[in-house]
């Protein structure tokens, strides 16, 4: 503690109080910082614009800037903020000099720190290519160890598959493939480093296929299909896994990530428009309503 209480003061910040934290004792010091020593670590989610000035409106009207940043060590002794993009960014807005922070002197809270991050709810989009950039982090760091050592802090395999396919393109319906990915997609014993190039391969085979639906839905849409579930509807008749019961996410996979997307693309490839009819896109649409 009184290292970091030294790298406080070094980065023009006033330490305020140090306590251990009730739940497993850890140390925690409580600062005000300068906002120009804190950075976002850099697998976080890209800032939106739009809720940085929302956040700034509410906080100035509320008057006080009450929530402290949680704040880490991070790379080369800098402090890094794994939650607080957003609070930081709208502290900018308002002119704010210093802000007050709650230091942890272990790194690692960066990676366990997604789960508890309520600010601005996260979409699959912003998880998965969080998720995806901590990964490329850890994988330079400590890049030996097993994809499947990080399986707490990436929450869940897919993100990592689904991450790579939103760096690739930022508009990619993620949402179609989940439920596809979650019952053949599972955490590697392979390096990190290693399982991430592998992955790169699926990401690449699923936009192709991707590629196929998009031109058997504008042949739908040519035959007269207007449908807002339209890309779901062909995503889920290609799947060769559709009907199969899902496991957990600990058990194997219903099938082998390589074979699913090889059975998918030539689904997709076979795939005959006038099989489709009005009726059972109807039922798409309920089921799909009923989901949300």
């Known amino acids: 503690m ?12 006033a330490p305020l109080g140090a306590y251990r934290e009730p739940l497993n004792g850890g140390p925690l010091l409580l600062a005000t910082v300068p906002l120009a020593a804190l950075q976002p670590t850099p697998f976080q989610r890209d800032l939106s614009p739009t809720h940085t000035q ?16 949680i704040v880490v060590r991070g790379e080369d002794g800098r402090l890094w903020t794994p939650n607080g993009r957003h609070r930081l960014a709208a502290a900018k807005v308002l002119g704010l000099r210093q802000i007050t922070a709650l230091i942890c002197p272990d790194p690692a809270l960066a990676y366990r720190i997604l789960a508890l991050n309520t600010e601005k709810a996260h979409n699959l989009r912003d998880r998965s290519l969080e998720v995806i950039r901590m990964a490329r982090t ?27 396919l939103y760096e690739a393109s930022g508009r990619f319906a993620g949402g179609a493939y989940s439920a596809f990915l979650r019952k053949v997609d599972r955490f590697s014993d392979q390096p990190l480093a290693k ?11 699923l936009l192709g296929i991707d590629a196929e639906v998009k031109r058997i839905v504008a042949g739908l849409q040519e035959r007269g299909f207007r449908s807002p579930y339209l890309r779901n509807y062909v995503v889920a008749r290609i799947n060769p ?37 009005h009726r059972e896109l109807a039922w798409v649409a309920v089921g799909a309503s009923a989901e949300e």
């Open 195 to 205: 399982s991430l190039s592998q992955r790169q391969d699926y990401a690449a085979r």
């Open 138 to 164: 850890l994988a330079r760091e400590r890049g030996r160890l097993s994809e499947r050592t990080w399986a707490e802090q990436f929450e869940a395999p897919e993100l990592l598959t689904l991450g790579l």
């Open 241 to 277: 896994v559709r009907w199969l019961k899902p496991r957990k996410a600990s058990a194997a996979p219903l099938m082998p990530m390589g074979q699913a997307l090889t059975r998918m693309a030539a689904a997709a490839r076979a795939f005959k428009l006038e099989s489709v009819s």
């Open 54 to 69: 929302r956040l700034a409106q509410r906080i100035g009207e509320t008057g006080a800037f009450l929530d402290p940043l």
């Open 2 to 13: 009184a290292a970091l209480v030294s790298e406080v003061r070094e980065a023009g910040g």
